[in-house]
């Protein structure tokens, strides 16, 4: 039998009366990044959860995972919410899920005896950049990319790459709404983070102009205590000092969203990058 494999990153805020709980003798594999927040009376109860960096799980949330629960970088799961995992529940990175969601992978209860033709189980998986508004049901559906449902929305089909959805059922609106992004140059971005750099510095009383460096590509060499953030790939060179995650919290959640690069980490980094890529 395998031993359980637990990592808990650094700098991670667990509130009053939140609990882990594994599902029986089976072995687990728990893994919580860094910058983690974990709300009040919050419960996790699984065997295989992943929860990466500057992610926040909102007070009273429960999340249940008989199976693979895999959540992403900088994501936002609101106060209420449900999240169960009966079949496999991956959510990729920047997603926010708002207050009172409920999103699930299996329609079950009533009796296979006497007939009942509903019982399945679905993977359902979350791509980069989806929001879900306050109060949204959620059937085991695959959302792509930048999709948006609106608060109150029911979703029991597929949504596609950049598309607004709202109602019951859910239906495309985004002929009426606008898509969620729209296409910004790469030098507008370089520009904006630029001012957002000196936003932030100018807010702060500690000298560290050398520490946080923006830029289009990434230089040939990296300087170990330099923290690059690179807009053409929307990556960051993570390096856990805390005048990088003071300015992560400065970007976070509306500002701007990076995940970490594989440049300059250690084996362990390097495979959980590599793994929130295998979709």
């Not at 072995?27 to 065997?47: L, Q």
């Not at 508004?133 to 695959?142: D, F, K, L, Q, T």
């Not at 059922?169 to 904006?192: M, S």
Request: net charge positive.
């Amino acid at each position: 039998m395998k031993e359980d494999e637990i990592s808990i990153g650094a700098n991670v805020q667990i509130e009053e009366n939140a609990r882990l709980i594994g599902i029986g003798e089976g072995p687990k594999s728990i893994v919580i990044g860094d910058n983690v927040y974990i709300g009040e009376d919050t419960k996790i109860i699984g065997n295989e959860i992943t929860i990466l960096d500057y992610t926040k799980v909102h007070n009273h949330c429960f999340l249940y995972a008989p199976k693979a629960l895999s959540i992403g970088y900088n994501c936002w799961i609101g106060q209420n919410s449900i999240l169960n995992a009966e079949a496999e529940l991956t959510i990729q990175n920047n997603v926010c899920i708002g207050a009172s969601s409920h999103l699930w992978t299996h329609i079950k209860f009533g009796d296979i005896l006497q007939g009942c033709r509903f019982l399945s189980y679905k993977k359902m998986v979350i791509e980069d950049d989806v929001w879900f508004g306050g109060h949204c049901i959620v059937a085991p559906i695959r959302a792509k990319r930048r999709s948006v449902a609106l608060a109150g929305s029911v979703i029991a089909k597929d949504m596609r790459e950049n598309r607004v959805y709202a109602g019951s059922p859910a239906a495309d609106v985004t002929h009426k709404l606008g898509p969620q992004f729209k296409a910004v140059p790469v030098g507008r971005k370089y520009r904006k983070m630029k001012d957002y750099l000196s936003e932030f510095l100018s807010s702060i009383s500690v000298e560290c102009q050398d520490s946080i460096e923006i830029v289009l590509n990434y230089p040939r060499t990296l300087k170990s205590d330099t923290t690059y953030f690179n807009v053409t790939d929307r990556t960051y060179t993570k390096r856990n000092t805390e005048i990088e995650h003071r300015f992560m919290t400065f970007l976070l959640p509306e500002k701007a969203k990076f995940i970490p690069t594989e440049k300059g980490h250690n084996k362990k980094e390097q495979e959980l990058w590599k793994g929130r890529r295998k979709y």
